[in-house]
């Protein structure tokens, strides 16, 4: 996989990015209760390429593939080297002010290229960790036709939150503000206030789009969709996860 092509912290070791996909799949499946994906249908929004490589290099089984992203030459360079009929991949332009600032506003798509075919897993990470909340709300409406009755949909996002393990966002941004900041001996709830959402830097639009869990939970209303967990981040290599089912 040409490197100009890959995306994610470990876009410069590929060894490393198969790696990181086999350890979240496996993940996957456990948190959805499946021993493997051998009977799954799944959607994979902002697909990217590592979980295609993971599929096929390490031969997890899957019975069919479905990535979708707004990165056009990425998903030209699957077409045309994935020879597998259970794998497909689609081109969404999507507007996104950190990856495709020139896109087309998610509020405009009624539908993806699907032909209507419903999944039993919809995955999206790393997706609504850029999404402001009209985004956040419209993805959902805009996946919840592609889900079969018994389907789930689980999504990795930024929560405004502290975690046991110290594996989120805020974990890590809390470490860096005592670094460097003349508040260092301050109460951790003195040095930041929890807002709904907020773009934690401006200067590189939607790179940590972060929610209240009060916010984020409230967002799903009225989107077709109903929670079944929030969990927090288990290591550092997945942040805060909601999984979904469609009521």
Not at 3 to 9: D, K, Q
Not at 95 to 115: D, H, I, K, S, V
Not at 209 to 214: P, Q, R
Request: hydrophobic share 40%; proline share 7%; glycine share 6%.
């Amino acid at each position: 996989m040409p490197v100009e092509l890959r995306r994610g912290r470990h876009r410069n070791n590929q060894e490393s990015s198969v790696a990181s996909a086999v350890k979240i799949l496996n993940y996957l499946a456990h948190h959805l209760g499946l021993k493997d994906f051998s009977a799954t249908d799944m959607l994979d929004m902002g697909c990217g390429v590592k979980f295609t490589q993971a599929f096929l290099n390490e031969e997890l089984p899957i019975r069919k593939y479905v990535g979708v992203d707004l990165y056009p030459e990425m998903i030209d360079f699957l077409k045309k080297t994935v020879i597998d009929p259970r794998f497909s991949y689609y081109h969404a332009n999507f507007q996104n002010e950190m990856y495709n600032p020139n896109g087309q506003p998610l509020a405009r798509f009624q539908e993806l290229p699907l032909a209507g075919t419903q999944f039993d897993v919809i995955t999206l990470l790393s997706v609504f960790t850029h999404l402001e909340p009209k985004d956040y709300v419209s993805m959902l409406r805009l996946l919840r036709k592609y889900v079969k009755p018994d389907g789930r949909l689980i999504y990795s996002l930024f929560i405004d939150e502290f975690t046991e393990g110290g594996f989120g966002l805020i974990d890590t941004y809390q470490k860096v503000l005592e670094k460097n900041s003349a508040l260092a001996e301050a109460p951790k709830d003195l040095k930041r206030v929890v807002a709904p959402f907020r773009d934690l830097d401006p200067s590189q639009p939607l790179k940590w789009a972060l929610y209240s869990e009060a916010h984020a939970r409230e967002l799903i209303e009225g989107t077709g969709w109903e929670v079944l967990s929030l969990t927090p981040p288990p290591a550092s290599w997945l942040q805060h996860h909601f999984l979904l089912k469609p009521c």
